[in-house]
C-alpha cells in the first residue's frame, strides 16, 4: 500500500478506538507488513535446547524467507538464509535434524555448519582468484538470544535485543527462566496452516480476556481444572493485563491458594532459588499467564488440571504466527517445561497441552474455527467501511492501576480491550513511520 494509502485510508481511530478491517487481510497491508515490521524486528527462531548439539539445525522463517538455524562446531548458534549462494535453490529440505555439512540438491554446492562455503563441486573451473570466502550462506544480520530464546533480526540497525524486551524480560523469566537450569522444548514444534490474519491470533493471545467466558466457556465447565467458572470469574475481577512497551503485553490470572500450588512440588525451593521476591510472588498463585511478544510470538501457560487429589499441571505452549499470505499464517506450536522437572511431568503435561492446544485441540478448534470465519469480510466492500470495535480500550488506555508488583502498566478492567489495543497502536506506529 502507498504511503498515500495510509493517509486516505486511515488505519485507526485512536480517539474511538476502531480499526479499519482491512488492517486485518488486505494483500497491500500484507506486502507492507513485510517491509515496515518483520525486516525490521526481532523474531523468534527457535530455543536453544532445540539445537543442543553441534550440527543439530532447524528450519524457521523470517519475513517469509526461509532460514537455517544451526548448532556450529564451536558451540555458538548460527542463522542463515536458507538459499544457495549459486542460484538461490533451497539447501536445507528439512524441518530439523543433525549435519556436518549442507549440500544443495541442484549442482552440489557444499556449506558447512558455520555457513561457510566447502565447495562448489567444480572449484578448479573458476577463474584463478575467486574468492570463495564470499560465497556462503547469507548469515542473519543480527542474532541474540535471551535465556535461551534466539531470535534473528534482518535489519542492522535500530534496537537491541535486550532493548527491544526491555521490561518483558522480567515476564519471559517468570515462565522461561525459573529454574536454575531454566525451560526446555518437549519436542518438535506441531504446524499448521490457519486462515486467519496473524494479528488476530498475536491480539487474541495478548490479550484478549473477553473471549475466554463465551469462546471456551465448554472446556471452562468440563476439565478438570481446580476452580469452577465462578472462581474464574471472581478472579478475573482482580486479574490485570499488562503492557511493557513495544507491543507486547501479558494478561495474568492469580487464584488464592498454597504457595505455587499448581506446580510440581519439587521445583518449589527452585522457583524460591531463581527468582526475585516480586516474580516468586507472581508465580505463587498464578493460575493462567497469556502472552504476546510483538510482533508474532505467544506464549500462554493454561489452567491446571488437577491429575490426582491436590496434584495439578499445566502446560506451558510458545507459538508462532507466520503471515504466509493474506488472512493466512503457518502456526508453530511449542510445548515447554522445566529442565529439571521429572520425566513423568514432561510426559503429562504434554499430552495435557496437545490435548487442549495441539492442531485438533479443544481450545485451538474453538479459536480457530472463530478466527477463521471473519474470512473475506476484511476486504469486502460490503463490510470493509465498517471498522472493527476495540472502544472499550478507551476509557482505561491512560489509567493505569498501582498495584502491580511487576514492571510495565498494569490495567484492569482484565475484559476491557487495552493490551489489544495497545498492540494495534504500535503496529499502526510501525506501519507509518516515515509516511
Ligand atoms: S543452486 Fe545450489 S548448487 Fe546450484
Ligand atoms: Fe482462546
Redesign the pocket.
Known amino acids: 500500500m502507498s504511503q498515500d494509502a495510509t493517509v486516505d485510508r486511515q488505519w485507526i481511530d485512536e480517539e474511538k478506538g476502531l480499526v479499519n478491517r482491512e488492517v486485518f487481510g488486505s494483500p497491500e497491508v500484507h506486502e507492507l507488513e513485510k517491509d515496515k515490521i518483520f525486516r525490521k524486528s526481532w523474531l523468534y527462531l527457535g530455543h536453544e535446547t532445540e539445537i543442543p548439539n553441534a550440527g543439530d539445525h532447524v528450519t524457521r522463517t523470517m519475513a517469509g524467507d526461509s532460514v537455517i538455524v544451526v548448532r556450529r562446531p564451536d558451540g555458538t548458534v548460527g542463522a542463515y538464509l536458507n538459499s544457495c549462494a549459486h542460484r538461490g535453490v533451497k539447501v536445507c529440505r528439512v524441518d530439523s535434524g543433525n549435519t556436518r555439512r549442507f549440500v544443495c540438491p541442484y549442482h552440489g554446492w557444499s556449506y558447512g555448519t558455520d555457513g561457510a562455503l566447502i565447495s562448489t563441486n567444480f572449484d578448479a573451473l573458476y577463474p584463478e582468484g575467486t574468492d570463495f570466502t564470499t560465497m556462503g550462506l547469507v548469515p542473519v544480520t543480527r542474532l541474540d538470544s535471551y535465556k535461551g530464546m534466539i531470535f534473528g533480526n534482518w535489519s542492522s540497525e535500530g534496537e537491541t535485543l535486550d532493548e527491544f524486551l526491555g521490561d518483558f524480560r522480567w515476564y519471559l523469566d517468570v515462565f522461561f527462566a525459573r529454574t536454575p537450569g531454566g525451560a526446555e522444548v518437549l519436542g518438535p514444534p506441531q504446524r499448521f496452516i490457519v486462515n486467519a490474519d496473524w494479528k488476530t491470533a498475536a491480539i487474541?493471545f495478548g490479550t484478549?480476556n473477553t473471549?475466554?467466558i463465551t469462546?471456551?466457556i465448554g472446556p471452562m465447565t468440563l476439565s478438570s481444572t481446580p476452580f469452577t467458572p465462578p472462581d474464574l470469574m471472581a478472579a478475573m475481577g482482580e486479574a490485570v493485563q499488562v503492557s511493557t512497551g513495544n507491543g507486547h503485553s501479558c494478561s495474568l490470572v492469580s487464584l488464592p491458594g498454597d504457595r505455587y500450588a499448581h506446580y510440581p512440588k519439587e521445583l518449589h525451593d527452585l522457583y524460591d532459588e531463581q527468582l526475585d521476591d516480586d516474580q516468586a510472588g507472581l508465580l505463587a498463585n498464578l493460575a493462567i499467564g497469556v502472552s504476546t511478544v510483538f510482533p508474532n510470538l505467544s506464549f500462554i501457560e493454561n489452567t491446571p488440571s488437577e491429575v490426582e487429589p491436590g496434584v495439578f499441571m499445566k502446560g506451558l505452549l510458545l507459538r508462532q504466527w507466520h503471515p504466509i499470505a493474506p488472512g493466512q499464517i503457518e502456526v508453530l506450536s511449542w510445548q515447554f517445561a522445566e529442565v529439571e522437572a521429572s520425566d513423568e511431568y514432561k510426559q503429562a503435561v504434554h499430552v495435557r497441552a496437545v490435548n487442549d492446544f495441539g492442531v485438533g485441540g479443544l481450545?485451538e478448534q474453538?479459536?480457530v474455527e472463530l478466527w477463521s470465519s471473519v474470512g473475506s469480510t476484511t476486504t469486502s466492500p460490503a463490510a470493509r467501511d465498517h471498522p472493527f470495535v476495540f472502544a472499550t480500550a478507551v476509557p482505561f488506555m491512560d489509567t493505569p492501576v498501582t498495584d502491580h508488583a511487576g514492571p510495565g502498566n498494569a490495567y484492569r478492567p482484565f475484559v476491557a480491550e487495552i493490551t489489544q489495543f495497545k498492540f494495534l497502536q504500535h503496529w499502526n506506529k510501525l506501519m507509518t513511520e516515515g509516511a
Do not use: P, S
Open positions: 487474541n484478549d473471549h475466554v469462546t471456551h481450545f474453538e479459536d
